[in-house]
């Protein structure tokens, strides 16, 4: 468990939102700590999009703060600090013409402005973004051509290239096969592991959830924090948060 005099990466107390009289979010708070490796699972409908969108500073709560890097919302504009690879992001044009390479490159033109040109620096970071994501095979194919699994790993690749400290992944197994979603299992642990890369993992089938992840947290409108997914099945109200039975919650187990 991290240390409690960290300051948390992502600080959230008692947030609410509310739209046109319908709760989304109700008294929502948990702490995020550098290195974690955290899943944030939920029914479709129950939050996880709109509670992500305020993570990244697209939406404000109706009630309730969050902190980023300890700087309150309105005063964080460290956003290249941020990785994010959004739904559906694999899913490209057959026809988009752009490589692999150019697909990353974009992560590290994000950070440093589309007029500034690729540094000696910049090349070496996209280098290794890709050869983190196993990708340097593949950098001067079309990315239309590609997998979904290897699509998959590109958009993580460009995340990657802005140097985010933390990777925040909405439903990144859409369209992938289960062989390279358990490739994608091992490349995230790693970057984990021995990178130090906080992740935040948002899915709504806790049957993709990893063995790796550290904490689990179930948004239905309220949270339930268990801090030991291999005992989900104990943590309290979790079936009755996440509104199915709960003989259907179970790790996923992948193979080495």
């Known amino acids: 468990m991290p240390l409690k005099f960290q300051v948390p990466l992502f600080d959230v107390k008692n947030l609410n939102f509310i739209v046109r009289g319908q709760t989304i979010l109700q008294n929502i708070s948990f702490e995020i700590f550098n290195g974690e490796y955290i899943a944030i699972i939920g029914p479709n409908g129950g939050g996880k999009t709109t509670l992500t969108r ?69 090349k070496s970071v996209v280098h290794d973004a890709m050869v983190k994501m196993d990708i340097l ?3 001067n194919k079309m990315v239309g051509t590609l997998s979904g699994g290897q699509r998959q790993r590109v958009m993580i690749a460009r995340a990657l290239a802005s140097s985010p400290e933390v990777l925040i992944l909405d439903e990144p197994n859409t369209g992938v096969d289960v062989a390279s979603q358990q490739r994608f299992y091992r490349l995230l642990a790693k970057l984990n592991k021995e990178e130090g890369l906080t ?29 030991d997914p291999k005992k ?25």
């Open 137 to 139: 095979d593949l950098k």
């Open 54 to 122: 305020m993570l990244l500073g697209l939406e404000k709560p109706t009630s309730g703060t969050i902190k980023i890097f300890g700087k309150k919302l309105k005063d964080f504009n460290e956003w290249h600090k941020i990785g994010y690879v959004p739904q559906r992001a694999s899913h490209v044009d057959v026809n988009f013409p752009a490589t692999a390479q150019d697909i990353v490159n974009m992560g590290r033109i994000a950070k440093r402005g589309i007029f500034a040109g690729l540094t000696k620096e910049d």
């Open 199 to 227: 992740i935040l993992f948002i899915t709504h089938d806790i049957g993709v959830i990893a063995d790796d992840i550290g904490r689990l947290f179930t948004i239905n409108q309220k949270a339930t924090i268990c801090n």
């Open 232 to 256: 989900v099945l104990s943590c309290e109200d979790m079936s009755q948060l996440y509104g199915i039975e709960a003989h259907l919650l179970h790790n996923h187990k992948h193979e080495h």
